[in-house]
T-cell receptor
């Protein structure tokens, strides 16, 4: 069935460190892929997306490339800030045609000054 | 553009009462709205999918008589938690999908509603 696997957290980094959060998915066809960010006590905000293979989504210094051959969509940022501390969710549109999103379990990022 | 609001943001109620949560798309028409539940430090669990003017489709294990969903217009969906109990306490998040090619396959999320049942 449809599923998303994210690396387990929490991930703790010092400011200006390099960030990678791994995400792999199981799906048939060509889903759209997303990264969402959730700050404490808030709803989800779309961070970036990619709708076809080899697309690179980018926003606020974060990037992720749609790798169909490895069914991955790893999130990267070259230099994290304290304000990036949040929970990050990888998601994709499942195999059904309903528009349902399949979410990973979320990865907590803590950035220390 | 593509803003989704929820009301209320926080509600505390007594056990046995019903609570209604509203989800509105402010600047676009939402052909489909989704309701999620999130437990502390966990991912989002999809509860149901609603399309304007038709009955909601509930995920397995979600009681449709307990979580009533109405999607009366292209900009409003409501979730009513009937006869709420402490175990219904959670963070409820809605999202909306636009019937617009600009936002292909993208869902826009509301800020969430924190429900506490005493």
């Amino acid at each position: 069935g449809d599923s998303v696997t994210q690396m387990e957290g929490p991930v703790t980094l010092s400011e200006e460190a390099f960030l990678t959060i791994n995400c792999t998915y199981t799906a048939t066809g060509y889903p759209s892929l997303f990264w969402y960010v959730q700050y404490p006590g808030e709803g989800l905000q779309l961070l970036l997306k990619a709708t076809k293979a080899d697309d690179k989504g980018s926003n606020k210094g974060f990037e992720a490339t749609y790798r169909k051959e490895t069914t991955s969509f790893h999130l990267e940022k070259g230099s994290v800030q304290v304000s990036d501390s949040a929970v990050y969710f990888c998601a994709y549109t499942g195999s059904s045609n309903t528009g349902k999103l399949i979410f990973g379990q979320g990865t907590t990022l803590q950035v220390k000054p | 553009g593509a803003v989704v609001s929820q009301h209320p943001s926080r509600v505390i109620c007594k056990s046995g009462t019903s609570v209604k949560i509203e989800c509105r798309s402010l600047d676009f028409q939402a052909t489909t709205m989704f309701w999620y539940r999130q437990f502390p430090k966990q991912s989002l669990m999809l509860m149901a999918t609603s399309n304007e003017g038709s009955k909601a489709t509930y995920e397995q294990g979600v009681e449709k008589d307990k979580f009533l969903i109405n999607h009366a217009s292209l900009t409003l969906s409501t979730l009513t938690v009937t006869s709420a109990h402490p175990e219904d306490s959670s963070f409820y998040i809605c999202s909306a999908r636009a019937g617009d090619s600009r936002f292909y396959n993208e869902q826009f999320f509301g800020p969430g509603t924190r429900l506490t049942v005493l």
